[in-house]
């Protein structure tokens, strides 16, 4: 038995909020690429070694906030784009309240200080959370 579904015109604000998120990750590459030149980490390096650069723990902590963030993607992609389709405006809020919290996770952990990626960025949390609700929410649906 096959099941339609029908995409509501309010998807399109999950799909605009997919592409905010794409130009956060965007300007986090940019960050990482300017960390490099202040701090001479040349590629193909990904980490700094604290015995071969001074400025290593300040590198490593930009270069990790955004590669946290690319660990985390493919799992906030899937989860706003299939929970969406019954909860568009809910995924939407849910997938705003992630990027911001991702910024502020980015921002805080370049700081050198790794806890300081907790202090707002933890926010993340909840707008992850929320649309793991809303796609298992979407599954129920579709098997009622």
Known sequence: ??????IPKEYGYVVLV????????????????????KYKVFYPTMYAIESE????????????????SLETMPVFFATILIGGF?????????????TVGRFFYFKGYS???PDNRLKLGGIY????????????????????
Request: include cysteine; proline fraction near 1%; charged fraction near 10%.
């Open 86 to 98: 019954q909860h568009p405006l809910i995924a939407t809020g849910l997938g705003l309240l992630y």
């Open 125 to 144: 949390f909840l707008g992850m959370f929320g649309l793991v609700l809303c796609t298992a929410s979407f599954g129920i649906h579709l098997l009622l």
């Open 53 to 68: 650069n001074k400025d290593a723990k300040l590198f490593n902590c930009v270069q990790r906030g955004h590669q946290n």
């Open 18 to 37: 997919l592409v905010l998120y794409c130009f956060l990750n965007i300007w986090m590459s940019f960050q990482v690429g300017k960390a490099r030149k």
């Open 1 to 6: 038995m096959a099941v339609a579904v029908e």
């Open 111 to 113: 700081t050198g200080i």
